[in-house]
């Protein structure tokens, strides 16, 4: 039973900063990729940030230099720590992995992030 869930959400000014977390059970966490996305109302989900179970991170370029994805294997937490919000941010974020074995994705229930004035 794999389970993902996301935290950290809100509203921020522009400009300001957010570090969302997402906590995992039901795999073996440290053997696991682990990616952030976001979807945007009546947008496509794109891809934020993913981290290797070696540590290797690629952002997409939207968010290069900005955000920071990282991982404590003890805690089964991934988190995504975002600087110098932009309303274009503004989106629900997810956590996601795939099972090594079955290839199946499994997303968290998302946190709202709101970026506005």
């Known amino acids: 039973q794999v389970q993902l869930v996301e935290s950290g959400g809100g509203l921020v000014q522009p400009g300001g900063s957010l570090r969302l977390s997402c906590a995992a059970s039901?795999?073996?966490?440290?053997?696991?990729?682990m990616t952030w996305y976001r979807q945007a109302p009546g947008k496509q989900r794109e891809l934020v940030a993913t981290?290797?179970?070696?540590?290797?991170?690629n952002y997409a370029d939207s968010v290069k230099g900005r955000f920071t994805i990282s991982r404590d294997n003890a805690k089964n937490t991934v988190y995504l720590q975002m600087n110098s919000l932009k309303p274009e941010d503004t989106a629900v974020y997810y956590c996601?992995?795939?099972?090594?074995?079955?290839?199946?994705?499994?997303w968290g229930q998302g946190t709202q992030v709101t970026v506005s004035s």
């Open positions: 039901g795999i073996r966490f440290s053997d696991n990729a």
């Open positions: 981290i290797t179970s070696g540590g290797s991170t």
């Open positions: 996601k992995t795939t099972g090594i074995f079955s290839r199946r994705d499994y």
